[in-house]
C-alpha cells in the first residue's frame, strides 16, 4: 500500500506566501516524479508544478517565478512554496506521486486527497 498525503492549505491575503507539502509512505520501492495540481471549481485538474527524481522541475506558465517546486528524496517528500499569491490561485492543491512500490518494479501514479487554498482578503 502506499498513501500520499498533503498538507499546508489554508487562507491568504493577496500577495502573500504560503508553503504546502507532501508526503508519500507505505510500501515504496523508489519515487520517481512527484508533482502538483490545483483543481478551481467547475475547471479542470491542471499541473502546476512538477519534479522528478533527479531534481529537474517544470511550471505552469501561470505560476512560473512565483512558486517554487522543490523535494527531500530521503523523506519521500515534495514541496511547494507559493509566493505573491493571487486570488486566481484559489484551489485545491493536489500531489500526485509516481511511485514503484516493493510489490513491483514498474511506476503507478499515487494521488492525495488535496488541499484547499483560498486566496482572498
Known amino acids: 500500500q502506499v498513501q500520499v498525503a498533503e498538507s499546508g492549505g489554508g487562507l491568504v491575503q493577496p500577495g502573500g506566501s504560503l508553503g504546502l507539502s507532501c508526503l508519500a509512505s507505505?510500501?515504496?520501492?523508489?519515487?520517481?516524479?512527484m508533482a502538483w495540481y490545483r483543481q478551481a471549481p467547475g475547471k479542470e485538474r491542471d499541473l502546476v508544478a512538477r519534479i522528478t527524481s533527479e531534481g529537474d522541475t517544470n511550471y505552469a506558465g501561470s505560476v512560473k517565478g512565483r512558486f517554487t517546486i522543490s523535494r527531500d528524496n530521503a523523506k519521500n517528500t515534495v514541496y511547494l512554496q507559493m509566493d505573491s499569491l493571487k486570488p486566481e490561485d484559489t484551489a485545491v492543491y493536489y500531489c500526485k506521486a509516481d511511485v514503484v512500490p516493493t510489490s513491483g518494479w514498474h511506476p503507478s501514479s499515487y494521488w492525495g486527497q488535496g488541499t484547499q487554498v483560498t486566496v482572498s482578503s
Open positions: 507505505g510500501s515504496i520501492r523508489t519515487v520517481k516524479t
